[in-house]
């Protein structure tokens, strides 16, 4: 059996993980880098097997990084099954036309305004190849093993991350191979914690936290101060969120903290994204797959009110008036928000919250660093509002909750392949494995194979 790392090595996008036995060839995620420009251009290369040669994808979440190249494997030839829960499912179903919709109008925006370097700028796929990707899709249920390949099966657990979130095991009846996927928290307030592993051969872990611990202190009370101190100086919040987990996350802080009467009842909360909608229907519909009762997934849903349109978002920019913007993407590498901080970014009452992991190479990132003015759409925008970041609303385990999680394994795996972080997490993760498990570990290099004996 051989492993290939395809991505999320070094960096915590571009999950894909190709695994070859005698009679099967597999894609373990297929997610699509984002971050550094060189490792943007790798979502342009030639694919390194030929797409048709795959005989199934396994997906272990819905999150783009790690399901979003799947409309370009199947544009380009492939032709088997996506395996991934009923979740996982449902939310690609949002968000994969969603990218490749997005995908479009940027290439659009950039011939419009040429700003591209390229004659014309074209999008790395269409809502059209999307959705085409979704006819490939193959929900399987939580824990029962299930045939995926020849002589290889896949069994889900749940992985606590998002919803739908799994962390997959697949077996070949002489060895397993654990992928942690992204491992949630143990103590969410929203999300239900990773299902214990007891024991497997090989492991695939997660880094992105991995030499971090994240601030022990209830998230919402920065959230609430920063609101409450931006409305205050008669600012807007602008808050670059994934509009799935991350958004409902922030939703749920924003009703309790109103609740509590810690930010203004009436301060306008606007979740300026079109999934949003459907997504918090997913949580009523995935009831066993958080700890919301109904009531609270309610008044998760009614906590903002939500923009649809194009011209309401274009619209919001021009209120001149204390309120807070929930708007994608997380890393303002693209999305709507990059409107908001257009308009909202030069004004030093304003402030900007990260809410999520900024990987290196994007907006969000260079923005905490200090930067003074951030490149949107081919020109400067001065940075003058606040910005501020919220790391304990992560949806990912930090390196205590990781160890914690492996400290219930039976026995130890042969070999532990730490990937899904930037060098010094994965790094720092891979010692401390060593020093306090002592795990055989290592930090897999990108296209790096291994062989699974
Ligand atoms: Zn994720």
Known sequence: MQLKFLGATGTVTGSKYLLSTGSAT????????????????RNWEEFPVAPYAIDAVVLTHAHLDHSGYLPILVRDGFRGK????????????????????????????????????????????TEEDALRALDFFQPIPFGQPRQVAAGLTAQLALGGHILGAAIVTLNDGQRTLTFSGDLGRLHDAIMVEPSLVAQTDYLVLE????????????????????????????????????AVGRAQSLLYEIYRLKQRGEIPALLPVYLNSPMALDTTALYQKHRKLHRLSQQECQAMCHAARIVNSVEES?????????????????????????HHLKAFAPDSRNTILFAGFQAGGTRGRAMLDGIDAIKIHGEYVPLRAQVRQIDNLSAHADGNEIL??????????????????????????????????????????????????
Request: net charge neutral; aromatic share 8%; charged share 20%.
């Open 26 to 41: 597999i894609l373990i995620d297929c997610g699509l880098f984002q971050g550094y420009k060189q490792l943007r251009l």
């Open 82 to 125: 996506i395996y991934c829960s009923e979740a996982t499912f449902d939310l690609c179903k949002i968000l994969l036309p969603d990218s490749g919709r997005l995908l479009e109008e940027e290439a659009n925006h950039a011939n419009r305004h040429s700003y591209s370097r390229h004659a014309p700028a074209l999008p790395l796929y």
């Open 207 to 242: 880094s992105t936290y991995g030499n971090r611990t994240h601030d022990p202190a209830d998230p919402a009370v920065v959230l609430g101060q920063v609101i409450r101190e931006t409305a205050a100086r008669g600012g807007v919040t602008v808050i670059p969120s994934f």
């Open 314 to 338: 274009v619209a919001l920019n021009q209120q001149q008036m204390p309120m807070v913007i929930i708007a994608a993407s997380g890393m303002a590498t693209g999305g709507r928000v990059l």
């Open 404 to 453: 914690s999680w492996l400290g219930h394994f039976k026995q130890p795996p042969r070999q532990v392949f730490i990937t899904h972080g930037e060098p010094d997490a994965a790094d720092g993760l891979r010692r401390r494995i060593e020093e306090t498990l002592h795990w055989p570990c290592r930090v897999p290099e990108y296209k790096e194979q291994v062989e699974l004996l």
